[in-house]
């Protein structure tokens, strides 16, 4: 069914209040208040974000990704928003988020943290309370994204990954609708502040956002990439995460050759993408394609044998490259995504350089 209206609210931050274990140990959030200059809402006419800092299931855990010098091309069009609720539309190349298409963040790299414990820097209140402190402090402007309270429209709640969930809160799954927090910083940068419940699908259907068969939880994509314990230490159980990922890397493109492609002025090479096999063994490529910001797909139709180490050329054709910022996704034969990268309006001006994402 997924979510009825989602969007993105701007406003400036107001106040910030953190339900603890001892306030609510079973569904806490943390309650943020922002003011569009429209009131109507309930704290001297600011509305409330609910964001989750725990989840129902099984797994209670989050997952946390904090950037605070967030770089991406969805920031140049944060700038252009007024303050407000904008309704978006579920698909690439506008606004709308989503953490496994859009390439906001590297999954594996979240943190897997529990609501409120003992101890400092060590739970989601301890990572997130801070930023949003400090952001009230200097009335920053935020980007809510999620869906609004409805009908009442007194505030926003699902400001969290909203695909991916099993049982009861399936139904609330889509592609293109995922929540987060961004925070202009004070030198025209962003704070990106994105959050998942850990129980979450890490791969999910390009179409209802539900997980895909085998696919791990992100508790288990991030478990697997942390070394193993030592000394007799209990192991943690991981499910097997789906073979191939991250094997081959997304390591460089030339999004902008010099002059334009297609005329007399274009003297440089085509728009290319550069794959590297960062793995033990060989991997054929046959059946895997590169997807660019609009979700245009290039296929590796031949067989390509690419060995450890090695690199190959992939020339986009008819599949075009932004000079203004733009996504390039890495699906295997099977479309699973097995690298996602961005870049930036910046790094693209230059006419003939390549973009180098590692």
Same mark, same amino acid.
């Given at each position: 069914?997924?979510?009825?209206?989602?969007?993105?609210?701007?406003?400036?931050?107001?106040?910030?209040?953190?339900?603890?274990?001892?306030?609510?140990?079973?569904?806490?959030?943390?309650?943020?208040?922002?003011?569009?200059?429209?009131?109507?809402?309930?704290?001297?006419?600011?509305?409330?974000?609910?964001?989750?800092?725990?989840?129902?299931?099984?797994?209670?855990?989050?997952?946390?990704?904090?950037?605070? @010098?967030? $770089?991406?091309? =969805?920031?140049?069009?944060?700038?252009? +928003?007024?303050? *407000?609720?904008?309704?978006?539309?579920?698909? #690439?190349?506008?606004?709308?988020?989503?953490?496994?298409?859009?390439?906001?963040?590297?999954?594996?790299?979240?943190?897997?943290?529990?609501?409120?414990?003992?101890?400092?820097?060590?739970?989601?209140?301890?990572?997130?309370?801070?930023?949003?402190?400090?952001?009230?402090?200097?009335?920053?402007?935020?980007?809510?994204?999620?869906?609004?309270?409805?009908?009442?429209?007194?505030?926003?709640?699902?400001?969290?990954?909203?695909?991916?969930?099993?049982?009861?809160?399936?139904?609330?799954?889509?592609?293109?609708?995922?929540?987060?927090?961004?925070?202009?910083?004070?030198?025209?940068?962003?704070?990106?502040?994105?959050?998942?419940?850990?129980?979450?699908?890490?791969?999910?259907?390009?179409?209802?956002?539900?997980?895909?068969?085998?696919?791990? @939880?992100? $508790?288990?994509? =991030?478990?697997?990439?942390?070394?193993? +314990?030592?000394? *007799?230490?209990?192991?943690?159980?991981?499910? #097997?995460?789906?073979?191939?990922?991250?094997?081959?890397?997304?390591?460089?493109?030339?999004?902008?050759?010099?002059?334009?492609?297609?005329?007399?002025?274009?003297?440089?090479?085509?728009?290319?993408?550069?794959?590297?096999?960062?793995?033990?063994?060989?991997?054929?490529?046959?059946?895997?394609?590169?997807?660019?910001?609009?979700?245009?797909?290039?296929?590796?139709?031949?067989?390509?044998?690419?060995?450890?180490?090695?690199?190959?050329?992939?020339?986009?054709?008819?599949?075009?490259?932004?000079?203004?910022?733009?996504?390039?996704?890495?699906?295997?034969?099977?479309?699973?995504?097995?690298?996602?990268?961005?870049?930036?309006?910046?790094?693209?001006?230059?006419?003939?350089?390549?973009?180098?994402?590692?």
């Amino acid at each position: 069914m997924a979510l009825k209206e989602y969007g993105v609210w701007t406003a400036t931050a107001v106040r910030a209040i953190p339900e603890t274990a001892a306030d609510d140990p079973h569904s806490p959030h943390i309650h943020l208040f922002y003011d569009d200059g429209t009131g109507g809402g309930e704290y001297d006419g600011a509305r409330r974000a609910s964001i989750n800092v725990k989840s129902q299931s099984a797994i209670s855990e989050l997952v946390v990704w904090i950037d605070l @010098n967030f $770089k991406h091309p =969805i920031t140049e069009k944060l700038a252009e +928003l007024q303050p *407000g609720f904008r309704k978006l539309e579920n698909k #690439p190349n506008g606004l709308a988020l989503d953490y496994i298409r859009g390439n906001l963040i590297d999954l594996k790299k979240g943190r897997i943290l529990p609501h409120d414990i003992p101890g400092t820097e060590n739970d989601v209140l301890d990572l997130v309370m801070p930023l949003l402190d400090a952001a009230v402090d200097r009335r920053a402007t935020i980007h809510l994204f999620g869906e609004p309270y409805l009908p009442s429209r007194q505030g926003i709640h699902d400001v969290h990954m909203n695909q991916g969930s099993a049982g009861r809160f399936a139904r609330f799954n889509g592609v293109w609708q995922d929540g987060g927090m961004f925070i202009q910083n004070n030198d025209g940068t962003y704070t990106a502040i994105l959050i998942a419940f850990a129980s979450q699908a890490a791969h999910t259907d390009e179409l209802t956002g539900n997980a895909l068969p085998g696919s791990p @939880n992100l $508790k288990q994509l =991030i478990l697997d990439q942390q070394p193993p +314990l030592t000394g *007799g230490e209990e192991q943690p159980v991981i499910t #097997p995460p789906i073979p191939m990922e991250m094997n081959v890397a997304l390591v460089g493109a030339l999004v902008n050759p010099i002059g334009p492609e297609g005329t007399p002025a274009h003297t440089g090479s085509p728009e290319t993408v550069w794959l590297m096999n960062r793995s033990p063994k060989p991997v054929n490529l046959k059946g895997w394609s590169i997807l660019n910001k609009t979700e245009q797909v290039r296929l590796i139709a031949e067989e390509v044998i690419l060995p450890t180490g090695g690199i190959h050329a992939v020339e986009m054709g008819n599949v075009p490259l932004s000079n203004k910022g733009g996504l390039l996704t890495l699906l295997d034969d099977k479309g699973i995504k097995i690298d996602g990268v961005s870049y930036t309006k910046q790094q693209a001006q230059k006419e003939g350089y390549v973009v180098i994402f590692r």
